[in-house]
């Protein structure tokens, strides 16, 4: 699992490893039925305290994108294949559009604060859309 | 499975019940008409890496020495698991590791004769952690103390005050005289700690940045006085820098907001950066009623620091 913190951002730390896990997860990096890594290991693997892996952990379990069985690793919530499966990228699209809509609310301040009509913004994304390595 | 988010206040992760390790009650100081501590209340569990932060001045030494009997309360208590400062006895001083702000140690003898004395206080020294820091921090035990760098016998202070596995550890300025990477070494060290015995663990600093990525919990002392104590993910989530700027229709922005979540305001007719506290449900409201737009970042430890400690600079 690649997690890496900004830890002077004044984003908590519990949030980036929320907001990331979520990510891969939308982006079929981190498939159903992945186990996740302990939150000792986590801890010592990003220098941090296993208590703020746990709060971050605790958080994606409530959300449903993590799930603990009993007597095994929490894994990400899904199974490979049947109904499980098919919820599972219900899911990762609700995961996905949500990931992508914190990601484009920056944009959109940006884009009232500048005063830039919501029409012009909207041509924009779909040109960024269609070449986002670009610079205009 | 409980969905609870945060900690339980009534244990932690381990299931230890939340002894509260580090703790002062009503703690107050006085030297001469000086008051350096006033009404100090707060309680650290197990586990739990707690930053003291604080000016010149505001109390922070005062506070770790009342802790350790090395300074008498004037009025209330200061506590180490549950035992005043000035009650403490071998037991509970063998659960306690201390970095004191300028270590002193016998300069003739070497860091490898130090290490060796103080472990003879101690049946529970673990000679593989010792190994292991002296590694991390390229520490060299051969040479003689006093002949040893300021940065050196920092290093040595706290191999010293860890090794016999302590569950409460007190850390007065432990980095100031440390270079960055030694400085990491020295967090990453705290956090093994944590892991491995679940220490209460309390640091005090000016290192702002170091602080904010290295504990969970903020006590912020002003004029003796407690003016933050707070887990530093909460404190992030209410404190932000909004920019606002006037929306296209508006000509000007007013030349002062009064709303009461403000703390501190920087305001031109063309923008203004305040920085606020708990106003994520008011944002839509401000805009409106002042016909703004508001942009919002997060806000660093550094800078809720200066609005604490200038009373509000309102």
């Known amino acids: ?136 | 499975m409980s969905t609870k988010i945060g900690t339980d206040p009534s244990t932690n992760s381990r299931g230890h019940a939340t002894e509260q390790t580090i703790a002062a009650e009503h703690l107050a100081k006085t030297y001469g008409d000086r008051a350096a501590l006033d009404g100090v209340t707060f309680a650290v569990p197990r586990g739990r890496i707690v930053g003291l932060v604080g000016r010149n001045g505001s109390g922070k030494t005062t506070l770790l020495r009342a802790l350790q009997g090395l300074a008498a309360p004037t009025a209330g208590r200061a506590t180490l698991f549950g035992v005043d400062g000035l009650a403490l006895g071998e037991a509970e001083l063998a659960r306690l590791g201390v970095v004191h702000q300028e270590s002193r140690f016998i300069p003739w003898m070497t860091g490898r004769a130090h290490l060796d004395f103080t472990r003879s206080f101690y049946p529970r020294w673990d000679a593989a952690r010792e190994q292991r820091l002296v590694d991390a921090f390229e520490l060299d035990l051969t040479q003689r103390t006093g002949t040893m760098s300021p940065g050196a016998v920092q290093k040595l202070a706290i191999v010293t005050a860890v090794c016999h596995r302590p569950e409460a550890i007190l850390l007065d300025e432990p980095a100031a005289s440390l270079d960055p990477p030694s400085r990491e070494a020295l967090y990453s060290t705290l956090f093994e700690l944590l892991r491995e015995d679940e220490p209460a663990i309390m640091i005090s600093s000016h290192q702002l940045d170091d602080i904010e990525r290295s504990v969970d919990w903020i006590l912020c002392l002003e004029k003796g006085r407690v003016v933050r104590d707070e887990a530093l993910d909460s404190l992030q989530e209410r404190y932000a820098r909004w920019r606002v700027l006037p929306t296209s229709d508006a000509p000007a922005l007013p030349t002062e907001f009064r709303e009461g979540w403000i703390r501190s305001a920087v305001i031109e007719p063309r923008g203004a950066l305040l920085v606020v506290e708990g106003a994520d449900d008011a944002r839509e409201a401000f805009e409106a009623r002042h016909s703004v737009t508001v942009d919002a970042q997060p806000l660093r430890l550094s800078e809720m620091f200066k609005v604490w400690t200038n009373g509000g600079a309102r």
């Open chain 1, 1 to 136: 699992m690649l997690i890496t913190l900004e830890r002077n951002s004044g984003v908590p730390v519990f949030r980036q490893i929320c907001e990331q896990i979520r990510f891969q997860v939308a982006a079929g990096v981190l498939r159903a039925g992945t186990e996740i890594p302990s939150t000792r290991d986590l801890g010592e693997r990003l220098g941090i305290n296993p208590m703020t892996v746990s709060k971050a952990y605790a958080l994606l379990e409530q959300e449903g994108v993590l799930e603990r069985r009993p007597g095994l690793a929490l894994m990400v919530r899904g199974a490979a294949n049947g109904r499980a499966a098919s919820a599972h990228r219900e899911k990762q699209d609700e995961l996905a559009q949500r990931e992508l809509e914190r990601l484009l609310r920056p944009a959109a301040i940006a884009a009232r604060q500048l005063g830039v009509p919501a029409k012009d913004a909207i041509e924009l994304f779909k040109r960024v859309l269609r070449a986002p390595g670009d610079e205009a």
